[in-house]
């Protein structure tokens, strides 16, 4: 695998929350797909190296083809790499995933990812006709099947999932071949399967210390060695949120941030989040990236030397944050966080 020619690949994820426009009501789907596009925009033109989309299928995220929205992102940037936050692939058909993204890869001039993985969210299995008993089987049957597409060479594979194929060719073909990563949660079972095909990590640590993960890191190089597989990269994504101060930001996404997390609290039985975990986690040793661009870079830098990392992806959006803040947090992201966090680490 080719290594980045920085110290340390600083992304952006969001999951195309649905906003709220300047009268405090939500916005149309359409609306907040082309703020979305204008985010990327701007994150390419201030020197971020990564925009990952997600998917979703329900009403308060407006991204169900993350594909899509990266192919219009693709026509108006240059540099800044395009991918999936994450592709939820044990409900999709990995042929046409890995054909939607080299469509994108070619469109891009080079620049698709995809980050695959089950996903937190179970909506896509019911919507599209799949058995959520079958939650394991589905994603280890069609990430061997994706594993094998990679090579792009003719493919004979058989499973219980989908129908098998015999000596089959796959189009379109990438120039250089197609970046894919799977995306885990705290999972060592996760974390070996991913060692087991040679693909990249990308963890998701959106609560504790992000220390703890590093057994897991540990986990990952051992398996790969196991496997005789080359080294990968290590990624993490974790949300955050930068103002001009640390008082700043904590004001502006504490309220968007509460409204977001107990709603998704209800469905799943969690208690209401309170003031003092939301400090607790933009604290030091805490997995929110929520400040000044000093203290967020700091942060950032310490994860990426305590863990190993090659990758820090910053989920910037959250819940109903408005736009304009977004645009703000991107900004600061772009012109002086990843310049500072690069500086820390040389």
Known sequence: MTEPSVPVELGLDTFGDVTIGADGAP?????????LVDQAVLADQVG???????????????????????????????????GSAVTVLSSDDPVRVFQRFATLDGIS???????????????????????????????EEKLSLFAQLLTEQPVTWQGQTRAGLSNQSVYPTTAHGLKAWVGVGGSQQSVVRAASYGLPLMMAIIGGEPA????????????????????????????GYIAATDDQARAELWP??????????????WPPITEAEFSRDCGPS???????????AKKIAATVQVLGLRRFDLKYSAGQLP??????????YGTTVIPMVHDLMA
């Open 212 to 239: 703890r993960f590093a057994p897991l890191v540990d986990l990952y190089h051992r398996a790969l060695a196991h496997f005789e597989k080359p080294m990968q990269l290590v990624g993490v994504h974790s949300p």
């Open 48 to 82: 971020v190296h990564f925009i990952g989309v997600g998917e979703h299928h329900r009403s308060d995220f407006a991204v169900s083809a993350p594909e899509v929205v990266l192919a219009a992102i693709a026509t108006r940037t240059e540099r800044i790499r395009l």
């Open 27 to 35: 916005l149309s789907h359409a609306e907040v797909l082309r703020n």
């Open 286 to 296: 805490g997995s929110w990236y929520v400040g000044s661009p000093e203290t967020v």
């Open 256 to 269: 968007h941030m509460k409204v977001m997390r107990d709603r998704i609290g209800r469905e799943r039985g």
């Open 109 to 139: 001039g080079g620049r698709a990812e995809v980050i695959l993985g089950r996903g937190s969210f179970t909506e896509s299995f019911p919507l599209f006709g799949y058995d959520l008993s079958q939650y394991e089987e589905l994603f």
């Open 323 to 332: 736009h304009h803040l977004m645009l703000q947090s991107i900004e600061h």
